[in-house]
């Protein structure tokens, strides 16, 4: 700490502080334009100009000059006052000053300063500029006329984001901010340069013309698409939720969204959604009383026992798992799941045998404290993008070593001194394991891990899995293998990062086990290391957590099987789309047909209500209260931002009033159920609304480590065909983003990425629309050639309802397919 | 903007051999700092900077498209079209344009049929009005690639035009 005077006052601040955070620490205020706490300093605006004593005669930017002890400074001279004034008016030189039609106008930083200084008049004259403005995509406006030059945008995109879509082009009076060969936008869309623009050139086109900036009411809230547990300022008007406002201060992530985060909201409000429930009459859905449909259920519900079962999505609150748990066990039946079964094994499963806890020892934040990242598949980027933003961070700021397994290039890869292991697809497991017989044979391990259970069982199982003999099948070099494993091995601090989801059945129970073996061996816990398993949904963790699947019961897809043998005859769903984000959609389709009654309560008429029996019309996130559980278990409580849609119904008063017409008892809020929780889930103890406050709270995961002896499947190639891997684009997460404006705008249908090799052998060209088949079926989807995939594997996102991969997707981590065009 | 997309658009249609850039790209890829030597490297190859070619060093050094773009409008030496096989540079600076360059600059656009910073479409001249060659003494002042034309009067115009027009294109 240094001792300072700022305006007469005796401050004390952190030594490497620049006099504006200094400032700020102690409550005084620094006018800035182009400074942002996330971003390096940069001084380009020349706002933040102050007096210090020792510097006599020059007036200094505070945003980038670090403090020393027993600095004077002033911030508020006259002469400083003038010097701003003029740097406002020098901006205001050629803005066009159009704030009545701006929408901007309310939230401009150069507006506002404008005002606080009193700029009414300016000494000078000079054009405006008359660039162009950008309308070329849906999602952001680029009006450069506007502009300050404080390159907040072009620096988010680099430092944070890196993408590098925006820099400054030309020099001089010329220069502005660009896209190269000054062409039209072509990004992620995540929106990071609109929410840092401090005047109008960079806006939320979604959000043009809707309401004025101070109209709207803010409402706190969690994002409801992947895990990261993102939160969210939802801005609403007239019970509309008509965008997401950037607060710099919210959450781990300082308010950096990615795409469908940022604007993928218009599901909330969109015309699609359910608003009343509906019973099937004659074969056709017909609109129906919630007395009369919720009897139905009730009646088929009833004494059912196991016939009956439940498939419920993550994204229900955990409160009404619980609730959707309670409802089952009154009916009779341990038969509930989520996510098709199997994209929870690595927790529920391989976790829970190798660390004794269904959940990641690790947090999000102990990503920036890393030294060496080992993340497995490049997806993790794209399934989780605002984690994906700290590894960013981690690599270019904190020089963390990024080490990727994967089976194809990614994003991730582009990062200075990023590794990245191509391997044969579906070797990933063998691979780690090869790593952790390097670590033994190397005797890199730590010297506690022989007294660990298991030791023994895992010396002699991995003999099976030397670097030489896993180098063939997995495409690596053993020298490669072996090189991981010493970087991960003598790594200070270093931290296992992989997604799971639907998309991707190989990261099963026997990859979080390996990975979990590979941490033990060489205690990498703690601050900066761990594993981090990142679940696919909102609240897939917290379904873990609540217990919502297959303990004693059968799994979904038993399930599934079950309602095509007959076995299950009443299937209720929620929110769950298993016709298009379950594989085989064929398989799933006839045993929905099957089953005697199918409820589904959603917000949408998905493909899958569309065959039920009843449909219920469910809640969003933004009208309900409950709690989020996210991948690093943070639990997060929400609140209703707006009322309900139509007659729409939370999941929660759904459950709760079947439990009612069962007999059975149901708490009447969701707060009383956080209680039952905070009694009953190991982590949550002493949790209580009230104490989740805004931020939240970790749920602590203790580790009781156990060696689990490897297995690994072998994918063996089958001649003349490509290897499908499936996973998640950038844009979407699970089905649910197909109804967000903004995913759709950015990516509207699946496609099938290939390499260029493998493109000019098959004589494709980029958009062809390709047949492509396997044993388990066939569709047609656009061909996208892509440096990033090596020859011969094949990808294909998997969310989308129209020519949906899980026609040809058979559920194994690899797909045998022919493409033809 | 029109006029970017119209260049990329003409672009799309050629051909560029890009084995030409990788030979400069392989001889600086592990060098720090080897975005400027790679781009005056392809530049010298190529006579400028075409799309395809900034992409391309842009995929093979792992840099943002955009911030080549960036290097590449900030520097006055990069070009973004083809130029001439001969430059012609006309000094407009203080002593020349009270000697008269101004005429001197519309004599040559009305004999090449280009303006400022121009290239004839048959790729012979690129016309560029300069701020200061630098020999004031010699005002007005022209220059073809490297031939200095000192005392320049608008008859002289011609002369130059009708000397260049014979030297070969190679």
Not at chain 1, 791 to 808: K, R, T
Not at chain 2, 48 to 69: C, F, G, M, T, W
Request: net charge neutral; with cysteine.
């Amino acid at each position: 700490m240094v001792n300072l005077t700022i305006d007469d006052k005796q401050v004390t601040a952190p030594k490497n502080a620049t006099i504006y955070e200094a400032a700020k620490i102690n409550g005084i205020k620094i006018p800035i334009l182009c400074h942002d706490k996330k971003l390096k300093p940069f001084g380009a605006c020349r706002m933040c100009l102050v007096e210090v004593e020792q510097m006599k005669g020059r007036q200094i930017p505070a945003c980038t000059t670090p403090v020393t002890d027993g600095m004077i400074i002033r911030t508020s001279t006259p002469d400083i006052i003038k010097a701003r004034k003029m740097v406002l008016e020098l901006l205001l030189l050629n803005h066009p000053i159009d704030c009545p039609v701006c929408d901007k106008g309310g939230d401009c930083d150069l507006q506002n300063l404008t005002y606080e200084y009193q700029v009414n008049a300016n000494r000078f004259s000079d054009e405006k500029f008359h660039h162009e403005i950008d309308y070329s995509n849906p999602l952001i406006e680029r009006d450069m006329n506007r502009c300050v030059l404080c390159g907040k945008c072009a620096r988010i995109c680099d430092e944070i984001v890196s993408f590098g879509a925006l820099t400054f082009i030309s020099r001089g009076i010329e220069t502005k901010i660009g896209c190269e060969f000054e062409g039209a936008l072509n990004c992620e869309f995540c929106g990071s340069c609109v929410s840092v623009c401090p005047v109008g050139s960079l806006l939320a086109r979604p959000f043009k013309y809707k309401a004025r900036f101070w109209a709207l009411t803010n409402h706190k809230s969690v994002c409801s698409y992947c895990g990261t547990g993102c939160n969210l300022t939802l801005g609403v008007k007239d019970n509309k939720v008509l965008t997401t406002v950037y607060d710099e201060n919210q959450g781990f992530h300082n308010g950096q969204l990615c795409c469908r985060g940022r604007f993928g909201y218009q599901f909330i409000n969109s015309d699609k959604r359910l608003t009343t429930p509906l019973v099937r009459k004659n074969g056709v859905l017909t609109e129906a009383g919630w007395d009369e449909a919720l009897e139905l259920v009730a009646s088929r519900l009833k004494g059912s026992g196991a016939s009956a079962a439940a498939l419920s999505t993550p994204r229900l609150a955990n409160e009404e798992l619980v609730l959707f748990k309670k409802l089952m066990e009154t009916a009779g039946s341990a038969n509930y799941d989520h996510s098709a079964g199997y994209a929870h094994a690595a927790l529920t499963e391989g976790f829970a045998r190798s660390f004794g806890a269904t959940a990641s020892p690790a947090t999000i934040p102990d990503i920036q404290k890393s030294d060496l990242l080992l993340v497995i598949k490049t997806d993790s980027y794209e399934t989780h993008p605002v984690v994906g933003f700290e590894i960013n961070m981690a690599v270019k700021n904190k020089g963390a070593k990024l080490n990727i397994l994967s089976d194809k290039r990614g994003k991730l890869s582009k990062l200075p001194d990023a590794t990245t292991l191509v391997h044969t697809p579906g070797c990933e497991v063998a691979v780690i394991n090869a790593m952790a017989k390097a670590i033994l044979d190397e005797k890199l391990a730590a010297g506690s891990a022989a007294a660990i259970p298991g030791y023994a069982d895992l010396e002699k199982a991995l003999a099976g899995f030397t670097p030489d003999a896993v180098a063939g099948q997995s495409g690596l070099s053993a020298a490669a293998i072996r090189q991981f494993a010493t970087d991960y091995a003598k790594a200070g601090k270093a931290l296992i990062i992989f997604p799971i989801g639907n998309a991707y059945p190989g990261h099963n129970a026997d990859l979080a086990s390996a990975v979990a073996n590979l941490a033990i061996l060489t205690g990498k816990f703690g601050e900066g290391s761990g594993v981090l398993c990142m679940a696919e949904k909102n609240n897939s963790q917290g379904a873990v957590d609540m217990g919502f699947y297959a303990t004693s019961g059968l799994n979904a897809g038993q399930i599934i099987d079950g309602c095509a043998s007959g076995a299950i005859k009443t299937l209720f769903i929620a929110g769950e789309n298993p016709v298009v984000s379950y594989p085989n959609r064929a398989a799933v389709t006839a045993a929905l047909d099957k089953v005697e009654f199918l409820v589904v309560s959603d917000l949408f008429m998905t493909e899958t209500a569309a065959m039920a029996d009843v449909v219920l019309p469910a809640c969003s996130f933004a009208e309900k209260e409950g709690t989020f559980t996210s991948v690093d278990r943070r639990v997060q409580h929400i609140k209703p931002a707006i009322g309900k849609i139509g007659k729409s119904r939370t999941d929660f008063e759904i459950f709760g009033t079947l439990i009612a017409k069962l007999g059975g008892q149901a708490p009447a809020t969701p707060a009383a159920v956080f209680g039952e929780i905070a009694a009953s889930v190991p982590g949550y103890a002493g949790m209580s609304y009230a104490s989740l406050g805004e931020v939240g709270a970790f749920a602590p995961v203790i580790v009781k480590a156990t060696f689990v002896a490897p297995k690994a499947a072998v994918v063996e190639p089958v001649a003349g065909k490509l290897a499908l891997v499936t996973g998640s684009v950038l844009y979407h997460n699970g089905t649910l983003s197909q109804f967000g404006e903004g995913p759709m705008y950015v990516c509207p249908e699946g496609y099938v990425e290939l390499s260029r090799g493998d493109a000019a052998k098959l004589k494709i060209e980029e958009n062809d629309l390709l047949n492509v088949a396997s044993a388990t079926g066939s569709t047609k989807l656009k061909a996208r050639i892509t440096p990033r995939m090596p020859e011969g594997v094949l990808f294909s996102p998997y969310h989308f309802g129209a020519a949906g991969i899980n026609q040809v997707w058979s559920g194994a981590p690899v797909t045998w397919v022919t493409v033809t065009k | 903007m029109s006029e970017a997309v119209a260049q990329q658009a003409e672009e799309q249609e050629t051909e560029v051999d890009l084995s030409i850039a990788d030979k400069v790209i392989d001889k600086y890829i592990d060098l720090p700092g080897n975005l400027m030597p790679v781009l005056q490297g392809v530049q010298d190859a190529y006579g400028y900077i075409p799309r395809k070619v900034a992409d391309h060093v842009a995929e093979r050094l792992n840099v943002y498209p955009s911030q080549i773009y960036g290097v590449l409008t900030f520097y006055a030496q990069f070009h973004l079209k083809p130029r001439g096989r001969f430059i012609i540079r006309v000094c407009v600076g203080t002593a020349c344009h009270v000697s008269g360059a101004p005429r001197i600059v519309e004599t040559f656009f009305d004999k090449l049929h280009i303006g400022h910073a121009e290239t004839t479409p048959d790729l012979r001249y690129t016309f560029e009005k300069v701020a200061c060659l630098g020999a004031c003494g010699m005002a007005p002042l022209a220059m073809v690639n490297d031939d200095t034309f000192g005392k320049m009067t608008v008859q002289r115009v011609d002369e130059i035009i009708a000397e260049y027009n014979k030297r070969p294109m190679k």
